[in-house]
């Protein structure tokens, strides 16, 4: 909590990484469980802080965390962020139901959504849980790569003329 509230944390990415160190298995203190519930239900937390805090939570704290994604996902801006809210949601408990409604109301969703749907021909069925937190996962890989590709543009600089990438001169 301190790096959080000190000048160091620039960069929310830097903030996202640093709450991976907390396991989902073991629960930590309540002033970090109240920062990643804060964090869900801030419709300005960006991707990789939203994914990492709404995973967490629901894996410490399920009632706080179906509360803070329903919460969040009525100002949710994305639909990427609504697909976090969505999944973490269901790991949390929340009746599939209304995670399906969720997923349901952006189209870029629907790959997501298909995996639920029995009929929708070759695509999967979810079969459980840990698959819907594979799925996370990998969306959390993807998300993560690209900032880390931004973040390292933003502070790197060019070898010849010192000029920040990309080099101007």
Known sequence: MDYVNS???THEWSVAQFG???PSALIPRKAIREFFANAVRDANTGLPLLAVAAQRLSSWDK???RAACRDAYKRASTPHARRILALSALEAGESRTKVKSWLSADSENAPTLRCWT???GRAQRLKSISQAESIVR???GLVMSI???HFYVAVSRHPRCGD???CTG
Do not use: C, I, N, V
């Open 147 to 149: 900032a880390r590709a």
């Open 118 to 120: 029995p009929s929708a």
């Open 164 to 166: 920040r990438l990309p």
């Open 138 to 140: 990998r969306a959390w």
């Open 7 to 9: 000048d160091w944390a």
């Open 20 to 22: 991976r160190m907390f």
């Open 63 to 65: 009632g706080e965390a």
